[in-house]
């Protein structure tokens, strides 16, 4: 047995004995021994019948089960790797973990391109001053964010960054939150990168928030999610319907590299639409994520909606700056749906591909 998921298991076991949850949520805590690799077997069984129990996950044959098992096997060996790489986040079973990594793509969905370039409408945010931010801040108080949502298995996580970077524009525009409509975009949107030929929004195989800013803009704006609720499928028609725009682009603009105009366009424009390389989220529970080494390569499409002085790690037992990013794989991940990652060093590719957008007034 690997000893790094031995020390995997039994750091899950501590946190499942430390941690005030419901018993639904609690790693059945059994004595391990390093002598008897069967009673690790009946751990990892154990971790198992939990994961399926919370999840609510059925097989459909004694075969498929059995294959499942295998893949969250190798996924808690994922884990334990990942925590020893990133040791100030906690890392731990979730739902993704009878996944394969090609399923796991599929929660994904961000275009990558080896060069980042905007459509020619996409302007270049003015530099803004930064003397006076805040020192902490987070517009899920102030009331410009709506509930975390839930992209299924469809590599939509565009249309949600985008939305919600929307929706926290038209909230500073008319002082109301409307929950927009992801499957608008998934169903109506074709805009194609300006920079790279073939390469347009395409539903639930993937898109970019820019070129979305850019359809919205040109359709006039997006309906309310409940006049055009989300299906996690791209099989529909486009059933736009311009008479129930609740909320259009004005403009939107490109933000520079540099984390102090991040965090003012954040304070002073909304929530912004941002790309993350998403590899360590599949383990994801809670936690300051500041991985040794991530990847920059963009996969993910997020809404960076606060940021934080200080994260308390229990891990290095250091205190942390970090950006507080919502997700869009339902509140049953990470902190209630949301993730924090350190700033500073351009973690997993997060200050790469950062979007403010501006909302139009609608009276």
Same mark, same amino acid.
């Given at each position: 047995m690997d000893p790094r998921l031995f020390f995997f298991i039994l750091f899950s076991l501590f946190i499942a004995s430390t941690c005030d949850e419901s018993n639904n949520d609690m790693i059945i805590r059994q004595v391990v021994s390093d002598e008897n690799n069967n009673k690790v077997m009946n751990t990892l069984e154990s971790h198992f019948d939990a994961f399926k129990h919370k999840f609510q996950k059925l097989y459909a044959s004694k075969e498929e089960h059995d294959y499942r098992f295998s893949v969250f096997k190798a996924?808690? &060996?994922?884990?334990?790797?990942? &925590?020893? +790489?990133?040791?100030? $986040?906690?890392?731990?079973?979730? &739902?993704?973990?009878?996944?394969?990594?090609r399923e796991f793509r599929k929660h994904l969905g961000l275009r990558s391109r080896v060069k980042v370039k905007f459509p020619s409408d996409a302007s270049k945010a003015p530099i803004l001053p930064t003397d006076n931010l805040p020192e902490d801040f987070d517009w899920r108080d102030h009331g410009a964010v709506t509930p975390v949502k839930n992209q299924g298995s469809c590599g939509s996580c565009w249309s949600f960054s985008t939305t919600g970077a929307l929706e926290g524009a038209n909230f500073l525009a008319t002082g109301k939150l409307e929950s927009l409509s992801e499957q608008q975009l998934v169903d109506c949107d074709h805009e194609c990168d300006p920079e790279e030929q073939g390469s347009c929004d395409a539903g639930c195989n993937?898109?970019?928030?820019?070129? $979305?800013?850019?359809?919205?803009?040109? $359709?006039?704006?997006?309906?309310?999610?409940?006049?055009?609720?989300?299906?996690?499928?791209?099989?529909?028609? *486009?059933?736009?319907?311009?008479?129930?725009?609740?909320?259009?682009?004005?403009?939107?603009?490109v933000v520079s590299l540099d984390e102090d105009q991040i965090a003012a366009n954040l304070v002073k424009h909304g929530p912004l639409a941002v790309a993350i390389n998403a590899a360590y989220m599949q383990t994801y529970i809670?936690?300051?994520? *500041?991985?040794?080494? *991530?990847?920059?390569? +963009?996969?993910?499409?997020? +809404? +960076?909606?606060?940021?934080?002085?200080?994260g308390y790690s229990p891990i290095r037992m250091k205190e942390k700056p970090y950006w507080i990013i919502k997700n869009s794989w339902g509140e049953s991940w990470g902190e209630k749906g949301y993730y924090k990652i350190c700033k500073g060093r351009n973690v997993c590719g997060v200050d790469s591909m950062v979007s403010t957008v501006a909302a139009v007034h609608h009276h």
């Amino acid at each position: 047995m690997d000893p790094r998921l031995f020390f995997f298991i039994l750091f899950s076991l501590f946190i499942a004995s430390t941690c005030d949850e419901s018993n639904n949520d609690m790693i059945i805590r059994q004595v391990v021994s390093d002598e008897n690799n069967n009673k690790v077997m009946n751990t990892l069984e154990s971790h198992f019948d939990a994961f399926k129990h919370k999840f609510q996950k059925l097989y459909a044959s004694k075969e498929e089960h059995d294959y499942r098992f295998s893949v969250f096997k190798a996924n808690m &060996q994922r884990a334990s790797r990942n &925590q020893i +790489l990133d040791p100030s $986040a906690v890392h731990g079973v979730t &739902q993704f973990f009878d996944m394969t990594p090609r399923e796991f793509r599929k929660h994904l969905g961000l275009r990558s391109r080896v060069k980042v370039k905007f459509p020619s409408d996409a302007s270049k945010a003015p530099i803004l001053p930064t003397d006076n931010l805040p020192e902490d801040f987070d517009w899920r108080d102030h009331g410009a964010v709506t509930p975390v949502k839930n992209q299924g298995s469809c590599g939509s996580c565009w249309s949600f960054s985008t939305t919600g970077a929307l929706e926290g524009a038209n909230f500073l525009a008319t002082g109301k939150l409307e929950s927009l409509s992801e499957q608008q975009l998934v169903d109506c949107d074709h805009e194609c990168d300006p920079e790279e030929q073939g390469s347009c929004d395409a539903g639930c195989n993937g898109g970019l928030m820019n070129s $979305a800013f850019e359809y919205t803009l040109k $359709a006039g704006g997006l309906m309310k999610e409940k006049d055009y609720p989300y299906t996690a499928t791209d099989h529909g028609t *486009c059933k736009f319907d311009k008479s129930k725009v609740v909320a259009s682009v004005s403009n939107f603009s490109v933000v520079s590299l540099d984390e102090d105009q991040i965090a003012a366009n954040l304070v002073k424009h909304g929530p912004l639409a941002v790309a993350i390389n998403a590899a360590y989220m599949q383990t994801y529970i809670g936690g300051v994520s *500041c991985p040794f080494v *991530c990847s920059k390569r +963009l996969d993910h499409g997020v +809404l +960076l909606v606060g940021y934080g002085a200080a994260g308390y790690s229990p891990i290095r037992m250091k205190e942390k700056p970090y950006w507080i990013i919502k997700n869009s794989w339902g509140e049953s991940w990470g902190e209630k749906g949301y993730y924090k990652i350190c700033k500073g060093r351009n973690v997993c590719g997060v200050d790469s591909m950062v979007s403010t957008v501006a909302a139009v007034h609608h009276h």
